[in-house]
């Protein structure tokens, strides 16, 4: 029983490239579900957008990595305005329901045959990161931050993911201390009250929609730069999840939340799975029980339990204030 | 005209069908045997495939198969032998893939389903399996339009009383308590499994292992209630912080199904394979007949109970307005309990259904909610028959528009139906016209 390299996986995973990702994943739900009370369950099918917007424009069409960040966001706007025109008139379940069978018509329609050319199908696509890593300063082969064991290009992709993760982080506090941002909490607390001022609910909603939609897409841009390949079957509702627990669990409305919430999130992820791997290699959990394979089924089961404690029984989180997030009267 | 040949795949079981412990407990991969003839395990051979190729009852020979891992390497290849048979042997436990060789069928004998030649499965320790590879003739050239459009139909109608089945359950709870139940799909798969258990494990015959599993659906569903959703309603939890409940208790049960069942589609002991009766221009398995006519029965069961008992006036009068019901001396929280277990039980005749036409697995439930709030959002929330006419719309445009876009995108025209109706009529079909903001 190694109780060290669980730590060390754990520590790891808690500022790897994942904890990246379903943070900023996380930060556009923060500013859909927190701030707005916006039920975006289809933020899988934003960052799926923004991950095949950069592969196909790549190895399809033999654009730069560059333009395929463009396409990404412009298709995750459409997106938002595909989804947002039809819903943000009716009660928030609507958008809820559209918008997770959004994410998995893009998911089914990428890994379809019919479209094989363009997407890859089910095997998906790779080879289209190479002018992100060609930037990479960290010429070698492997970092150590004490527990933490990083190759250059993870170290590479770590730090400029981060540094986004800082960005927006920055961005939106700025933004939900303008006159916009109240607006948008307004219409969390009471939409009513928000339209007799005279403001267009419907349109706020729908530029939340579209800016919390583009920063999905940056975490697709993430997820598919740093596996450096895409596969249809990673983007399933899941993904949209789990962000939803990292979120809830740092505490949705707060400015720290979803960071903190999605290291956390990875850190507990990681050490569950590698203890529980750590006691089925050594035997000392019965096959019976719990098999290697079923190792991975854990997880996801703790975190449907994780998601239900947490909104049961502290839905503000670890940081949130509970009056700050007023969903239902 | 449609002319069905069916095969059957015979099962060489041997005694090396040995399974695993582990939670799933026995789990046999057989389909209907059909043929007789089995293998011994030896030494050095220890899993692998086999079978046998027929059409219409007549072994096919010189049918090439060939089996790679999950690395793509070709690990096994075998031709059918004059009796149809192949055995392959493979290195070992492990994800496989095989691929039957369409080139090397004979001339008029096809794949019954063009889309399956190349198969996923994975074996284990000491367990050797059929390959399931129906021959018949292909439907492309002999079908015309308007029979293959009657097909579908009847094909979407039935689909549709499946959807149903969960759709009238998701809507009434919807309309009762004002959750929108996300871990509704999950109380599908539930009742398949269920069905599933007691039929393959304890041999217990389909008809009545599908009783029990309605039973035990009803009763674990008000259990839910009981034990669950009535205490969140007693503290206060809002609707929104709900719904995000049910996602999470969705996602738990679901990677249950998956942790106890495994990844794997399973079929029933019963009624896997049957053949077609020509009705008019169009060719009906019987179990199909059987589950319209159940579907169609178990409906006006729920339309009386909603109209003509006193349960289901107070299920209504909870629907409409539970305040006002409250005062009028109506429990309800009882009604609440009965709107969960004929939720339950309906979801759970629901998954049989599902599971005969398509197999039992843990993401069925999942796939087939979908389609239900499609269905539901399609008839108007909240209202029992908009759900069943939503329902029907959308089982019968999922068929049917599979005659302009391939099957594998079948659902997604279902799903974007839901985002036009939602854009011209949001409230449904039946629903009443009720905006917010």
Do not use: C
Not at chain 1, 189 to 196: G, I, L, N, T
Not at chain 1, 208 to 232: D, E, N, R
Not at chain 2, 91 to 115: I, K, M, W
């Amino acid at each position: 029983m190694d109780l060290r390299s669980v730590l060390d996986n754990s520590f790891s995973a808690a500022v790897g490239v994942d904890a990246v990702i379903y943070a900023l994943a996380a930060i556009g739900l923060n500013l859909q579900f927190g701030y707005t009370g916006l039920l975006n369950f289809g933020q899988v099918g934003f960052a799926a957008v923004g991950a095949y917007g950069i592969a196909v424009s790549v190895t399809y069409f033999g654009w730069s990595l560059w333009v395929g960040l463009g396409v990404g966001l412009a298709a995750s706007v459409v997106l938002a305005l595909l989804l947002g025109l039809p819903t943000l008139r009716l009660r928030a379940d609507y958008l809820a329901i559209v918008t997770i069978a959004a994410s998995e018509i893009i998911r089914l329609v990428a890994r379809s045959v019919t479209f094989n050319d363009y997407t890859g199908g089910s095997a998906g696509l790779s080879a289209y990161a190479d002018s992100f890593y060609d930037l990479n300063p960290y010429s070698g082969a492997r970092y150590s931050f004490g527990p933490v064991q990083l190759s250059g290009n993870d170290l590479w992709m770590v730090t400029v993911g981060w540094g986004v993760v800082l960005a927006l982080t920055l961005m939106l506090w700025v933004l939900m201390r303008s006159p916009w941002g109240r607006v948008l909490k307004a219409i969390r607390e009471d939409e009513d009250a928000v339209r007799s001022l005279g403001k267009n609910a419907y349109w706020y909603k729908m530029q939340s929609l579209i800016i919390g939609g583009m920063m999905g897409a940056v975490a697709g841009f993430a997820f598919a730069i740093a596996k450096t390949s895409v596969q249809p079957d990673n983007y399933s509702t899941d993904f949209t999840f789990f962000a939803y627990a990292a979120l809830i669990l740092g505490g949705a409305a707060t400015t720290w939340g979803p960071v903190v919430g999605s290291i956390i999130f990875w850190f507990l992820l990681a050490f569950t799975d590698s203890l529980l791997r750590q006691l089925v290699s050594n035997d000392k959990l019965p096959e019976a029980i719990i098999s290697g394979t079923q190792v991975g089924q854990v997880r996801f089961m703790l975190v449907g339990i994780g998601l239900v404690l947490l909104m049961v029984f502290r839905p503000q989180g670890i940081f949130g204030n509970k009056r700050e997030l007023a969903l239902d009267e | 005209m449609r002319k069905l040949i069916l095969i059957v795949l015979a099962v060489l079981l041997g005694g090396s069908v040995v399974l695993g412990g582990g939670p799933a407990g026995a789990q046999t991969d057989t389909t209907e045997a059909g043929g007789g003839a089995t293998t011994t395990t030896t030494e050095g051979r220890v899993v692998g495939v086999s079978g046998v190729i027929l059409n219409d009852d007549e072994p096919v020979e010189g049918v090439v198969i060939v089996v790679k891992d999950a690395s793509g390497a070709v690990v096994g290849e075998a031709t059918t032998n004059a009796d149809g048979e192949y055995d392959i042997p493979l290195p070992g436990p492990g994800d496989y893939s095989s691929t039957l060789d369409v080139d090397s069928l004979p001339d008029g004998v096809n794949l019954r389903n063009e889309d399956r030649a190349t198969l996923e499965f994975t074996l284990r320790p000491g367990q050797n399996r059929p390959l399931l590879y129906p021959l018949g003739e292909s439907d492309r050239q002999e079908v015309g339009g308007v029979e293959k459009f009657l097909q579908l139909l009847v094909e979407g109608i039935k689909f549709g009383l499946v959807i149903a089945m969960g759709a009238i359950g998701l809507s009434l709870i919807f309309g009762t308590t004002g959750l929108t139940n996300f871990s509704h799909g999950e109380m599908v798969t539930f009742g398949a499994m269920v069905a599933w258990w007691f039929n393959v494990n304890f041999g217990i015959q389909l008809i009545p292992a599908a009783v029990l599993a309605i039973i035990v659906g009803a009763a674990v569903a008000a259990l839910y209630d009981f034990a669950f959703w009535r205490r969140l309603r007693k503290r206060g939890t809002g609707l929104i912080a709900m719904l995000v409940i049910s996602i999470g208790m969705a996602v738990l049960f679901r990677y249950f199904f998956l942790y106890l069942f495994g990844s794997r589609t399973r079929p029933y002991a019963d009624y896997a394979v049957q053949k077609g009766v020509d009705i008019g221009p169009i060719s009906i398995a019987p179990k199909d007949i059987i589950s319209i006519i159940l579907s169609i029965a178990v409906l006006v069961a729920v339309g009386l109970v909603l109209n003509r008992t006193k349960i289901g006036k107070a299920m209504r009068a909870v629907a409409d307005n539970k305040d006002l019901a409250a005062s009028s001396g109506i429990d309800v929280d009882r009604v609440i309990l009965f709107v969960w277990a004929a939720g339950g039980g309906l979801a759970a005749l629901g998954g049989v259904l599902f599971g005969v036409t398509e197999q039992v697995s843990y993401q069925m439930g999942f796939r087939l909610l979908l389609l239900m709030f499609a269905g539901v959002t399609l008839g108007g929330l909240g209202t029992a028959y908009g759900a069943l006419v939503g329902s029907l719309i959308v089982g019968i445009f999922v068929q049917v528009s599979t005659l302009w876009v391939p099957v594998e995108l079948k659902n997604v025209g279902a799903l974007v139906i839901l985002i036009l109706i939602l854009l011209v009529r949001p409230q449904g079909i039946l629903g009443q016209s009720e905006r917010v903001g």
